[in-house]
C-alpha cells in the first residue's frame, strides 16, 4: 500500500522560510517522479514543483521559481521541498504526490496534506 507523508507545514510572516518533507512508503521510489502541488480556497489545485527521482531534473511553476527549492533523499524514499521569501499568495494545502510524471496531472499517489499559512 503506497503511502505519503507531508510534514513541515504552518505558519510563518512573509519573507519567511518553511521546509516541507515527504516521506513514501509502499512505493517504488527511485525510478518516477515525486511533486508538490498546491490548492488554495477557492482554487483550482496546481503543481509547484516536480522531481525525477532517478537522475534529479527538476521543474517548477513560474510563480514559485527562485523562491521553492524541491530536492529528494533516495536513501530516505523522503522528497523536500524548501519554500523561501515566502508570500501570502503562497497560503494554501501543500500536496505530496507520487507517480510518473511528464505531465502535471500524471500523478496517481497522493499524501493527506499539510496546510502553509503566510501573513503579510
Known amino acids: 500500500q503506497v503511502q505519503l507523508v507531508e510534514s513541515g507545514g504552518g505558519s510563518v510572516q512573509a519573507g519567511g522560510s518553511l521546509r516541507l518533507s515527504c516521506a513514501a512508503s509502499?512505493?517504488?521510489?527511485?525510478?518516477?517522479?515525486m511533486a508538490w502541488f498546491r490548492q488554495a480556497p477557492g482554487k483550482e489545485r496546481e503543481g509547484v514543483a516536480a522531481?525525477?527521482?532517478?537522475?534529479?531534473?527538476?521543474y517548477y511553476a513560474d510563480s514559485v521559481k527562485g523562491r521553492f527549492t524541491i530536492s529528494r533523499d533516495n536513501a530516505k524514499n523522503t522528497v523536500y521541498l524548501q519554500m523561501n521569501s515566502l508570500k501570502p499568495e503562497d497560503t494554501a494545502m501543500y500536496y505530496c504526490?507520487?507517480?510518473?510524471?511528464?505531465?502535471?496531472?500524471?500523478?496517481?499517489?497522493w499524501g493527506q496534506g499539510t496546510q502553509v499559512t503566510v501573513s503579510s
Open positions: 504526490a507520487a507517480g510518473r510524471g511528464g505531465s502535471w496531472s500524471n500523478f496517481g499517489y
Open positions: 509502499g512505493y517504488t521510489y527511485s525510478s518516477d517522479y
Open positions: 522531481i525525477y527521482t532517478g537522475g534529479g531534473s527538476t
